[in-house]
Every structure is written in structure tokens, then in C-alpha cells.
């Protein structure tokens, strides 16, 4: 294991067991295992699914103030106004999706070690 803590691993793209190898291979190619300690990311079908809520939560949140400026603000046809929101979501999506599923699996790998300790009391 690394010198980096649990936080400073959380945006890293790096395994939340050993910190070490990497969980996107390219931006958004996720890898089943890490390529350093063999942990398993891919655990079942719908595992991730808590992370993808997070990013559609953040993106739609993220949306929401462009939509209400553009409307009310730039005073733009509602259908343009729409049409940039949606851009928005496709260009924010990705990132939120990549950066959520890193966090779901550090703090997976925290509250796993919690309870590890709590049984050893
Ligand atoms: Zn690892």
C-alpha cells in the first residue's frame, strides 16, 4: 500500500485496497480488477447503480441553473433553453459518472475496513 490516504485516493483514479493500480483504464473503460492487487471492482450486476444516481442527481442539479438563466435571465426560447441543458448533461454526464463511481468505491473499501474493526472489538 502507498503513503496516500483514503481521501486523497477518493478522485484519484486509483484501487481503494492498495492504492496502487488503476480503475479507468482510459476515461470512462473501467477495468473488472485492479491490475496491482487483483481486487475485484466489478462485483454484480447493478452494483454501481448508487453511483449512476449520484451523477444524474449532480448533473440535473448542474443543469437547473442553466436552464433558469437562459430562460428568465437571457430570456432564450424554452426549446433552446432545453437544448443547452441537454448538452450540458451529455458533456457533465461522463465526468460526474467516472467521479462517482471512484468515490462509490473508496467508500465502499472504507466502510468495509470500518466494519472489519468494529468486529474485532
Ligand atoms: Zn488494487
Known amino acids: 500500500m502507498t ?3 483514503q481521501k486523497q485516493s477518493y478522485f484519484s483514479n486509483q484501487c481503494g485496497k492498495c492504492r496502487t493500480g ?3 483504464s482510459y476515461f470512462l473503460l473501467f477495468n473488472r480488477k485492479c491490475s496491482h492487487c487483483g481486487h475485484l471492482f466489478e462485483k454484480e450486476e447493478g452494483h454501481y447503480l448508487g453511483a449512476m444516481i449520484i451523477a444524474y442527481l449532480i448533473s440535473s442539479l448542474m443543469a437547473l441553473p ?3 438563466l ?3 435571465k437571457y430570456e ?3 426549446p433552446v433553453a432545453m437544448g443547452l441543458t441537454v448538452l450540458e448533461i451529455l458533456i457533465t454526464g461522463p ?3 467516472r467521479y462517482s463511481k471512484l468515490v462509490w468505491i473508496h467508500a465502499e473499501e472504507r466502510f468495509t475496513d470500518y466494519l472489519h474493526e468494529e ?3
Request: hydrophobic fraction near 50%.
Open 76 to 78: 432564450t426560447d424554452f
Open 66 to 68: 442553466i436552464l433558469l
Open 95 to 97: 465526468i460526474f459518472y
Open 70 to 72: 437562459a430562460v428568465f
Open 119 to 121: 468486529k474485532k472489538k
Open 22 to 24: 488503476e480503475i479507468f
Open 3 to 5: 503513503d496516500k490516504t
